[in-house]
């Protein structure tokens, strides 16, 4: 029986995702990437930024955590080869060739500010294109670490072939779960502190894999347990009555910080609120949303593809607006919402009808 609560809680987050990068976007906070705020922090302190502030620290994890539960549920039904033949074409395929076919243009307008100050010189048209496809990659970093993990999962599944561990993982009541936090926190500190402007420190800490894997094999090993998801639903309201809690202490603690620094997500009160947000959500989410119909059931088939083409609109039209209109702030931010909430949707049902381009882009089957 198909559990729609993960369905219908993997593609409201995906939603949000697109919410908090029409923020991120314009954010003054200096966190890395978009274009820029209107004015420099705390002269103009853009209060819209607490979008940033009250998802960030839960919104990727809880994806992994659900793809973790639903590869488990994966691998129950098909043989481990042709599943890991299906997440290549889904994960690797648009994540690589896709930069090519597509995210080349959201790369264009990442570079658009460095190519107007003189950046690029003389460089050759060719190179310029290969320049766009890498820096094309965005928010794909998520499906790309996906893949990877999940041809790990395939050899750590080797380590646990009679699954003493997963069996093991069952038994744990809701303080145990609450206690994984602990886990969660350990794993943040493995960011790397002070990132070396010359060397890939940066990007490791954008791909975060240690800690995401780790994430990951707790949504495989601990929640895809029936035992731990009911345990969940019993305590959701005290949950996420704490995580608001947590999160409203951190968010007026810190507004103005970068909240994207090794510092800032490893220090003990974004875990906590993090890992109780994300309990929370499961266990809300069990109890309230464990259903289906036509519009969830369209979201459930589509918000991968949303994911996948809606920074060419944020990236497209934000760049413009910014750049070449005289518009008030806060109808830049009106114009972006409603343009990446319809616009992204009609680019998917576009995309998904043009045969190669629906294999290379989005990971669909040719035919």
């Known amino acids: 029986m198909r559990k729609h609560w993960i369905d219908n809680l993997r593609w409201v987050t995906v939603l949000l995702v697109l919410l908090y990068h029409v923020i991120y976007f314009y954010n003054n906070k200096g966190v890395f990437g978009g274009i820029g705020g209107f004015g420099t922090y705390p002269e103009s302190p853009q209060y819209q930024d607490v979008v940033m502030y009250i998802l960030y620290p839960w919104f990727m994890p809880l994806l992994f955590l659900l793809a973790g539960i639903s590869a488990r549920y994966a691998l129950e039904k098909y043989d481990a080869k042709i599943w890991f033949k299906a997440r290549t074409r889904k ?18 307008f990442n570079t658009a500010v460095a190519a107007q100050a003189g950046t690029f010189g003389e460089m050759p048209g060719v190179a310029k294109y290969c320049l766009w496809a890498v820096s094309g990659t965005g928010p794909l970093w998520f499906i790309q670490d996906l893949w990877l993990f999940s041809l790990l999962l395939l050899l750590v599944r080797k380590l646990d072939g009679k699954d003493k561990f997963w069996n093991a993982c069952g038994k744990l009541g809701i303080v145990w779960i609450i206690l994984l936090g602990v886990v969660y926190w350990a794993a943040e500190q493995l960011l790397i502190r002070n990132p070396r402007p010359e060397s890939a420190d940066g990007l490791y800490n954008l791909y975060k894999p240690l800690f995401y894997f780790i994430v990951f094999l707790m949504g495989y090993f601990v929640f895809s347990h029936e ?60 109890a309230r949303f464990n259903r289906t119909g036509a519009f969830a059931g369209y979201m459930a088939r589509s918000s991968f593809g949303l994911y996948i083409v809606h920074y060419l609109v944020i990236g497209s039209l934000g760049y413009m607006m910014k750049m070449y209109t005289h518009l008030p702030p806060w109808s830049m931010y009106v114009i972006l919402t409603l343009a990446v909430f319809t616009l992204s949707p009609l680019l998917y049902e576009i995309l998904k009808r043009i045969p190669f381009v629906r294999w290379a882009v989005l990971g669909e089957k040719r035919n």
Not at 234 to 252: E, F, H, Q
Not at 259 to 282: D, I, Q, R
């Open 91 to 108: 994960l690797l395929v648009p994540s690589t060739i896709g930069l090519f076919v597509f995210q080349w243009m959201v790369g264009y």
């Open 227 to 286: 035992s731990v998801q009911e345990a969940l639903k019993k305590v959701w309201a005290p949950l996420l009555a704490c995580a608001a809690v947590a999160g409203t202490v951190l968010i007026v603690t810190t507004f103005g910080q970068n909240n994207t620094t090794p510092e800032y997500l490893g220090s003990p009160l974004n875990c906590l609120y993090g890992w109780l947000a994300c309990l929370a959500l499961m266990g809300w989410f069990q």
